[in-house]
C-alpha cells in the first residue's frame, strides 16, 4: 500500500518555479538549504513580530469578526496540509485566508501567492465548515500593502490538478520536465546536477 502524502503550499511554488525542484527535494532528498538565505531569515523574524503585533487587532474595512494566527490544517480530501498566517472569520459567516510576504507588490499578484492563498482557503473550508471566496497577502516590503485574491472553482480545479502532478512525481519518482523559464536556472541551488 502506498503511503499518504500530504503536499504544502511550499511544494506547489516550489513545483511552479520548476518542477524538478520537487523531484531533487523528495525523491533524492537533496535539500536546497534555503533557510541560510538573508531574505528567507529576515522574512521568518518579521513574520514572528507581525504575529506578535497583530493578536489582537481585527481588520473591520474587511469584515473580520475573530481571527486564528498561525494556524496548522491539513485536508484528508485534498492530500494537503500548511500553516496559514490568519484564517480570518467574517462578518458574512464566510472565511479567508491572510498570509504575509516579505515581498513588495509589483502591481500584479503572482500565481504563486494565489495558489497559495487557494490551498488556505481548501483547507479552510473542509476544517472550519466555512465557504471561501477570497484570500488576502499583506506585501511587508510595500509598506504592508493589502491585496485581495478572488477564488473560484476554476482556481481550485487547477491546484488540484498541480496537486496531483506534485504527488505522482513523488510516489514514482520520475524526472520531470524542468521549468521554461531559463533564466531560472541561472540561480538555481540544482543547476551542477540537473539534466538540461
Known sequence: MEEEINITPSQVIEYLYCPRFIYYMECLKIS??????????????????????????????????????????SSKKYNISGEVDEV??????????????????????FRTH???SVMYGMMIEENFNRTVNEGYII?????????????NDSMREEVKSIIKEVINIIQKGFYPEGTDYSRRCHDCCYQNICIK
Open 88 to 109: 480570518l472569520f467574517l462578518q458574512d459567516g464566510e472565511a479567508a485566508p491572510l498570509d504575509y510576504k516579505f515581498a513588495e507588490y509589483r502591481e500584479k499578484l
Open 32 to 73: 536546497q538549504e534555503e533557510g541560510r538565505r538573508y531574505k528567507v531569515q529576515k522574512g521568518r523574524r518579521i513574520h514572528d513580530k507581525k504575529s506578535a503585533q497583530n493578536k489582537n487587532y481585527l481588520r473591520r474595512k474587511l469584515g473580520v469578526k475573530d481571527k486564528l494566527i498561525n494556524q496548522k490544517m
Open 139 to 151: 506585501y511587508i516590503r510595500s509598506r504592508n500593502k493589502l491585496k485581495e485574491i478572488i477564488i
Open 114 to 116: 494565489k495558489y497559495q
